[in-house]
């Protein structure tokens, strides 16, 4: 059986197994929303474990003798920091990266405190309650492991997580002063190892169902564009990485001319089909990092990312040359055009930067139609040079 014919035995696409697998296909807009989720869930497990971890110290208390659980209890005390850190309400963005160095160190905590508590347990006796405490210890690494299947992870990204760690445990066990045997070695690490397998579906699942709900909610199920709400978040993240590095950011607003008599001489379905023909043009004249969001109607903004007032201007020019494909009746299927760029215009948010590009679009309906007014005020005809 190909590979092919196997995706498709799943019951999912080629293209939801790649977004499966790694990250690299996904949207900005999943991508903010994953790395939320992945934040409050940290936020989530780190509260409960900064609370339960120093309260064990009662139980080393009873299980060794000192200094043997004072130094477990300092341990503890420190990792229980961590996950307080983890789980405070901090102010800051809430980006991909900020997510994944999080977890990061929410996973890495728990094997991390295994393996400092290895050599404390090397001449000591451990029999009853202490031998039993030190089993638990060992389970650690399998906590953390177990631990994946609670976030929305790529197949590749929970195989990074757990690799280290189960590299730590492999290295804890072949170390520990409880006696090293092979059967009972090869037994956990195949365990751990089949943890992982069942905590990697699991966070694939959750990635899957999280894709779809996404994109249902973020594109327009007729033009399959981005939706206000989604296009809104995005060009609130795209304007913010736009100041940080003072790079220029344009907002085209696009108005369909003549729209409502499409639909009164010839239908809805022929409407319906005119606004599909506005996006297919203007996707093969945009380049793949440009947005397009449709804003309400036959209203679609277009995102041009680290495009200046110059290049604001060919891409106009370029899609005015033959417009946006053709009409019912077969004139030409027109727009009005109205641009605002972050730093022509002086701009400070993105909200105004829209609301001054809706604003030039109805100048350049009232000056006649099928026309731009671009940044500044310029004005950009079909032909012009």
Same mark, same amino acid.
């Given at each position: 059986? !190909? ?16 977004? +499966?697998?790694?990250?690299?296909? !996904? ?5 903010? !929303?994953?790395?939320? $989720? ?5 936020? *989530? ?30 341990? /503890? ?6 996950? *307080? ?22 996973? %890495? ?8 508590? $290895?050599? *404390?347990? !090397? ?6 309650? =202490? ?23 790529? $197949? ?8 280290? #760690?189960?590299?730590?445990?492999? %290295? ?40 779809? +709900? %996404?994109? /249902? ?5 007729? &033009?399959?564009?981005? @939706? ?36 009164? /001489? ?10 599909? &023909?506005?996006?297919? =043009? ?19 903004? #277009? %995102?041009? @990312?680290?495009?200046? =007032? ?23 299927? @027109? ?11 002086? $701009? ?38």
């Amino acid at each position: 059986m !190909h590979l092919k014919q196997l995706v498709g035995s799943l019951g999912i696409t080629r293209s939801q197994m790649v977004s +499966l697998l790694w990250a690299r296909e !996904h949207s900005p807009y999943l991508q903010r !929303h994953r790395a939320a $989720i992945v934040i409050s869930r940290v936020q *989530l497990v780190s509260a409960v474990f900064a609370v339960l971890t120093p309260l064990w110290i009662l139980v080393d208390a009873v299980a060794f003798a000192w200094p043997a659980w004072g130094i477990l209890g300092g341990i /503890r005390l420190f990792s229980s920091a961590v996950f *307080l850190a983890l789980a405070w309400p901090w102010e800051f963005e809430k980006t991909q990266r900020n997510a994944f160095l999080m977890l990061t160190a929410m996973l %890495v905590n728990p094997p991390l405190f295994y393996l400092v508590s $290895i050599p *404390l347990f !090397h001449g000591v006796p451990l029999d009853g309650l =202490a031998a039993i405490v030190a089993a638990l210890y060992a389970l650690l690494p399998f906590v953390a492991i177990a631990g994946l299947s609670v976030f929305p992870l790529t $197949i590749l990204e929970a195989l990074l997580y757990a690799s280290p #760690v189960m590299v730590l445990a492999a %290295v804890g066990a072949a170390f520990a002063g409880t006696g090293f045997s092979w059967p009972t070695y090869i037994g956990n690490m195949w365990l751990l190892g089949l943890i992982f397998g069942v905590g990697a579906l699991a966070g694939a699942g959750q990635l899957n169902y999280m894709i779809a +709900l %996404v994109s /249902r909610a973020s594109q327009d199920p007729l &033009t399959g564009v981005f @939706t206000r709400r989604s296009g809104g978040e995005i060009i609130d993240l795209q304007y913010r990485v736009a100041e940080r590095h003072d790079s220029p950011f344009a907002i085209a607003f696009f108005d369909l001319d003549n729209f409502k008599s499409i639909n009164d /001489r010839y239908g809805h379905e022929e409407g319906d089909a005119a606004l599909r &023909t506005l996006v297919n =043009a203007l996707r093969a004249k945009l380049r793949l990092s440009d947005i397009i969001v449709r804003w309400g109607g036959e209203e679609f903004v #277009v %995102v041009l @990312t680290n495009t200046d =007032a110059n290049g604001v201007r060919l891409v106009l020019r370029r899609i005015m040359q033959d417009w946006l494909g053709n009409r019912p009746d077969g004139g030409l299927l @027109t727009a009005s055009i109205g641009v605002a760029e972050r730093k022509a215009d002086g $701009i400070g948010d993105w909200p105004k930067l829209v609301e001054l590009a809706d604003q030039r679009m109805y100048q350049a309906k009232k000056a006649g139609k099928a026309r731009s007014i671009s940044c500044c005020g310029e004005e950009i005809l079909p032909g012009s040079g």
